[in-house]
């Protein structure tokens, strides 16, 4: 399977609590969040639910799966075609603490992750997507795992709050393959990993 990590983010590199509540997320003493909502036009959406849509699976780290299924799993979200992708196609989960996923088609990987999704990528045809999962998207990067990056920047400075890179990690050059910019300023990048970065382009 390829493997495309999907991520929103600011332009200060924040991914926490980007979603529909302000106290979505307060760790840390984050009190900023919901700066996602009404963020990209028409287009934006658009792409976003065909992202859902043309996925053959979701893999996601613990907190963003509650997250997801706490707002797409039930009620009017739920018909969302967005939801319905969700509910429909399988899930991984990346877990040492679950063990009884209440979300239909949900497994949760072992404790040898790097095994796990090792196998995943290359038992299955079609694309993986990582929704999210800021912590789990280090990981992969650093493990050599992820085969495309799309990022979601929107134009806000947040100043505070968890971001996507750590302040320590591998160094790893980029290939952009695609760029668009909607009429909200929103920007949307893939990115496909080329290597370790050597310091030379």
């Known amino acids: 399977m390829k493997l495309t990590t999907i991520t929103q983010l600011t332009l200060d590199g924040v991914t ?3 979603g529909g509540a302000s106290d979505e997320d307060r760790a840390g ?3 900023r969040g919901g700066w996602a909502l009404g ?3 028409d287009s934006t959406r658009e792409h976003i639910t ?3 849509q043309r996925a053959d ?3 996601f780290g613990r907190r963003s799966y509650d997250l997801f299924h706490e707002s797409w799993g039930a009620g009017d979200m739920s018909r969302h075609p967005i939801g319905v992708a969700l509910a429909e196609k399988p899930k991984y989960v990346a877990s040492r603490t679950l063990t009884q996923p209440e ?3 949900t497994s949760v990987l072992g404790d040898d992750l790097l095994a796990a999704i090792t196998e995943l990528k290359a038992s299955r045809e079609g694309e993986l997507i990582v929704p999210g999962s800021s912590r789990l998207i280090q990981w992969l990067l650093a493990n050599d795992l992820v085969d495309e990056l799309e990022l979601m920047t929107v134009p806000v400075i947040l100043g505070q709050g968890r971001r996507l890179f750590a302040d320590a990690g591998p160094a790893i050059s ?3 393959l695609d760029q668009h910019t909607d009429s909200k300023g929103v920007v949307i990048q893939t990115f496909r990993p080329a290597g370790a970065w ?3 382009r």
């Open 16 to 18: 926490q609590a980007n």
């Open 29 to 31: 003493g984050f009190d």
């Open 39 to 41: 963020a990209g036009d």
């Open 50 to 52: 065909a992202t859902y």
């Open 57 to 59: 699976g979701f893999l």
């Open 103 to 105: 979300w239909a088609n």
């Open 174 to 176: 980029m290939t952009l």
């Open 198 to 200: 050597n310091g030379t």
